[in-house]
């Protein structure tokens, strides 16, 4: 089998680095991402690290021991168009790029040493030399023979300068350091498993043999064993698959929980556009609708309904919304985050029946506020409810 040289590239503080890129003046300083008013926090510089903000810190906690940094609510559309920025980069080094998430990617760079006349090592850096230059996005890098030991590479990239490389002279001792339950893809049932029969570190877990792993943790366990080892049993896709459903959900943007309607359906109206923009940039289209309040004391009301004809339509679909909200919202109950879920999702062509008919005017109308979004930023027009 010929070894795969495969880079993970994690971008650093994604959600943070962002604001800095939009924003200059953040740099330098305590800054964090927060869920919301009444969220959380999500992101933090480096500055806020040395500070003591943790991740997770609830805001008015964060506020009150750390009053000096700035917290900034999430705003995803952002964080969304500067990784398509990030992966657009990627895809200059090598045709095969997988995107694990917002932030996260593996790249198969193997044979690329005589198109760049550089080695892998070199290759790297000025992967992250570019990205740099073109999206103002610091990243970490780790460099091996498996996504595993990649992934554990990227981890350790973050504390020495950016790039970590995990060589065949490397593997045995930084899998000595490892303990099983870093390694990704063993969970928490599995690693629990290997500490009862006395495995504590992933080099332990490899000196098993197959026979002894497929017994304890399946397949996957002897596939793990073979990624640690340095063997590209995982191959880097490129392969893009459509999401199974699409969620957009978030705490109530004013900054206080409400019972008020005037303030939940606003909300929902929102979260519905950004549903429906995400659809269409797929080119597809949902057969039944779900609307989601959460409580002050996080309890969760869901209905959902089936459509008589797939649409893309946020216009269509408000309609249904209004029909969903009254059976689940309840006046006097306090209400802290909101959402849409789209699902039975179809994409390319579909069989319409005889008698289909597209709203002409609704789906015009909707392309508009796509392309006035594209020009003048997400969130820039936004339909009635």
Same mark, same amino acid.
């Given at each position: ?17 962002? #604001? ?54 999430? /705003? ?52 992250? #030399? ?24 990227? /981890? ?47 080099? #332990? ?35 893009? #698959? ?7 959900? &978030? ?25 429906? &923009? ?108």
């Amino acid at each position: 089998m010929k070894k795969r040289v495969i880079a993970l590239v994690d971008c650093d503080s994604f959600f943070v680095s962002c #604001e800095q890129a939009d924003d200059k003046g953040y740099k330098g300083t305590p800054t964090c991402v927060v869920s919301g008013r009444n969220g959380c926090v999500l992101s933090r510089s480096r500055e806020a690290k040395q500070l003591g903000v943790r991740m997770g810190m609830p805001l008015f906690m964060a506020k009150k021991e750390f009053p000096e940094a700035n917290y900034i609510i999430a /705003d995803h559309g952002k964080y969304h168009e500067y990784s398509k920025r990030v992966i657009a980069c990627l895809a200059d080094f090598s045709p095969d790029v997988e995107v694990v998430s917002v932030d996260e990617a593996y790249v198969d760079l193997t044979g690329t040493r005589k198109l760049f006349k550089k080695n892998y090592q070199d290759i790297c850096w000025l992967i992250r #030399e570019t990205i740099l230059e073109k999206t103002d996005i610091p990243v970490s890098i780790g460099l091996s023979y498996s996504k595993l030991l990649a992934k554990l590479a990227s /981890d350790k990239a973050k504390k020495t300068g950016g790039l970590f490389v995990i060589g065949k002279n490397d593997i045995m001792p930084v899998l000595e350091k490892t303990y099983i339950e870093e390694v990704c893809g063993i969970g928490r049932a599995n690693s629990l498993t290997m500490k009862r029969n006395g495995i504590l570190l992933a080099s #332990e877990f490899v000196a098993k043999d197959d026979a002894w792993l497929k017994t304890k943790l399946g397949i996957n366990g002897v596939e793990l064993r073979h990624e640690l080892l340095g063997e590209s049993v995982s191959k880097v896709s490129n392969k893009f #698959e459509y999401p199974k459903s699409i969620q957009d959900t &978030s705490t109530i943007c004013d900054g206080s929980f409400s019972d008020d309607l005037k303030v939940i359906k606003p909300e929902i109206s929102r979260h519905l556009h950004n549903a429906c &923009s995400r659809l269409r940039y797929y080119k597809g289209k949902c057969a039944s609708i779900g609307v989601m309040l959460r409580t002050k004391d996080f309890a969760t009301l869901y209905d959902k309904r089936n459509l008589l004809k797939p649409t893309d339509l946020e216009i269509t679909l408000q309609k249904t919304v209004n029909e969903i909200l009254p059976n689940i919202y309840r006046q006097g109950i306090t209400y802290r985050s909101t959402g849409i879920v789209l699902e039975n999702l179809t994409f390319g062509n579909e069989q319409l029946s005889l008698f289909h008919q597209e709203d002409e005017k609704e789906k015009t109308l909707s392309q508009c506020i796509d392309n006035i979004e594209k020009r003048f930023g997400r969130n820039a027009i936004r339909t009635g409810f």
